[in-house]
């Protein structure tokens, strides 16, 4: 653990002195570096999906004690009046391609107004407006370490690599009391989305896949082809997606959203089939009395893969799944409890991989803010529930995993 914390802090060190010489001779310009660390204890006899295992947690009973949950590094500012930039680069210390990588990296093109109408073009490599819980630095949750499965997801396997123009009627100067936004964007380089979702289910953790990263894959049928790149262009086709957004009152927020890669399941590299993967989601958050949060999410949607006669892929799984969250903060303390239910179902090619899952989690998280530099953490995360493909291995198909987290944050 010792070793691959130096070698990450030998990495990192260039890239926080320079952006932090830039951000210091550019006072328009913010950076925010954080460390995260942690005390982790696991019960779960599955191996972690981050060791090409079935289990559904970050961790497993191997990494039980002192781990860097990551060193994150973001960066955003002014290019013009009209123009900003944003990068984030994360580090995770688990054996990814590459010590450190990007998550995102964008220009935002704010034109000034000359209405109640605002727009919004966004380039380069982000996420889609999605979740409900990622509004920290960094797309990190605000709530809890381990977004819902949704959202772990989310930050898994879904980047857009491409352009998004918002346009957002602000309620204000008509004297309305909300603001009513559109969204559309055109992407690609996400056309393996949608296989982690057939190999292996939903996931609750928090670990976002680097832009040029790789996980391991379960190694089921082909035991030389061993990581997944999630974010490759195989069958030239442009993806989008388009929703809305309704805001109003004291930051509360309904979305809704379609997403399709629009993936042609006839294409293929050697090593990944392209998956055409589609859903809906939609979601809200709500600002109660007492100052308590209610989030809710609901995702639904397929993913195919390999072509057959009928047009259709010969893989094709649906997969749902919603949570709700109520988080209340107290000044410097905050208290967290998520409900999440996940069902994935193979519709098609059940003989060759069956990938159904029936899965539920509790998550009951504490953070404490000591200061602008300090925070303090507790997580106590529950996943129970039954996925068929654990069979094939040899291991049983319902399992419940417990994982307790400690963690403590410094940012700077």
Not at 154 to 168: C, L, Q
Request: proline share 4%; charged share 20%.
């Amino acid at each position: 653990m010792r070793s691959r914390c130096a070698k990450v802090a030998a990495a990192t060190y260039s890239v926080i002195a320079a952006v932090a010489w830039n951000a210091c001779n550019a006072d328009v310009n913010v950076f925010t570096a954080q460390v995260d660390v942690r005390a982790v204890a696991i019960d779960s006899p599955l191996k972690s999906f981050t060791e090409g295992g079935y289990g559904l947690l970050r961790y497993d009973e191997d990494h039980d004690g002192l781990q860097l949950g990551n060193v994150m590094l973001d960066v955003a500012g002014p290019l013009t009046e009209t123009l900003r930039y944003g990068a984030t680069a994360f580090a995770t210390d688990d054996g990814d391609k590459n010590i450190i990588d990007l998550t995102e990296a964008f220009v935002d093109w704010r034109p000034y107004p000359q209405s109640a109408l605002r727009w919004r073009v966004r380039t380069g490599a982000f996420y889609a407006p999605i979740s409900l819980e990622n509004r920290a630095v960094g797309w990190e949750s605000l709530y809890s370490l381990s977004p819902s499965a949704i959202n772990t997801w989310v930050g898994e396997e879904f980047r857009t690599i491409g352009t998004e123009v918002t346009a957002t009627w602000m309620g204000a100067p008509s004297g309305r009391g909300f603001d009513l936004s559109f969204v559309a964007a055109a992407y690609g380089w996400n056309d393996p989305a949608g296989v982690l979702i057939f190999q292996r289910g939903w996931a609750i953790h928090d670990r976002q896949t680097a832009l040029f990263g790789k996980l391991p894959r379960l190694r089921i049928r082909d035991p030389n082809n061993r990581t997944i790149e999630f974010f490759d262009e195989i069958d030239d086709r442009i993806g989008y997606y388009a929703g809305a957004e309704l805001k109003w009152g004291d930051d509360n927020a309904l979305r809704v959203l379609h997403y399709d890669n629009l993936g042609d399941p006839a294409d293929r590299t050697v090593k990944e089939p392209d998956w055409d993967t589609a859903f809906d989601a939609a979601g809200v958050r709500w600002q109660l009395p007492q100052a308590v949060t209610f989030i809710g999410q609901w995702m639904k949607g397929d993913t195919e893969a390999v072509p057959t006669p009928s047009g259709r892929g010969m893989f094709v799984v649906d997969y749902w799944s919603w949570f709700g969250l109520l988080s209340r903060a107290m000044g410097p303390h905050r208290v967290t409890v998520r409900y999440d239910r996940m069902v994935t179902a193979t519709t098609r090619g059940r003989q060759f991989f069956n990938s159904e899952q029936n899965a539920k989690a509790w998550t009951l998280a504490y953070l404490f803010n000591l200061n602008d530099h300090w925070q303090f953490a507790a997580e106590a995360l529950r996943n129970e529930g039954s996925l068929q493909q654990r069979a094939v291995a040899g291991l049983p198909v319902d399992v419940t995993e417990d994982q307790l987290q400690l963690a403590v944050r410094y940012t700077f």
